[in-house]
Nanobody, 118 residues
């Protein structure tokens, strides 16, 4: 079982960049992972995924070309580089993972707030 914790959120202006980190409590290379976000009054949305080794990623259309997911298994950490941020990106961002052999995101961080506003 792994515990996750996000960091790096904050208040930035439109057009800015921000990098979120997701630190795992233990060996992370056996876990596939993803970033989700939830805006006020909206359902939680999966925005990007990454496989165990980091060689395969996917993105929702809303963030494709602006966000980049990556991971460093030696540091047990996953990242989300967010560029050209828009007010519509305002949300609580969560990292989540599942162990090899699973398929449902069983492990979640508490979330970090990202606010885009001028």
């Amino acid at each position: 079982q792994v515990q996750l914790r996000e960091s790096g959120g904050g208040l930035v202006q439109p057009g800015s960049s921000l990098t979120l980190s997701c630190a795992a409590s233990g060996p992370f290379r056996s876990y596939a992972a993803a970033w989700f976000r939830q805006a006020p009054g909206k359902e939680r949305q999966r925005i990007t995924t990454i496989n165990f080794s980091g060689t395969n990623t996917s993105y929702a259309d809303s963030v494709k070309g602006r966000f980049t997911i990556s991971r460093d298994n030696d540091k047990n950490t996953m990242y989300l580089q967010m560029n050209n941020l828009k007010p519509a990106d305002t949300a609580v961002y969560y990292c989540a993972s599942y162990h090899r052999g699973g398929g449902n995101y069983a492990y979640w961080g508490p979330g970090t707030q990202v606010t885009i506003s001028s």
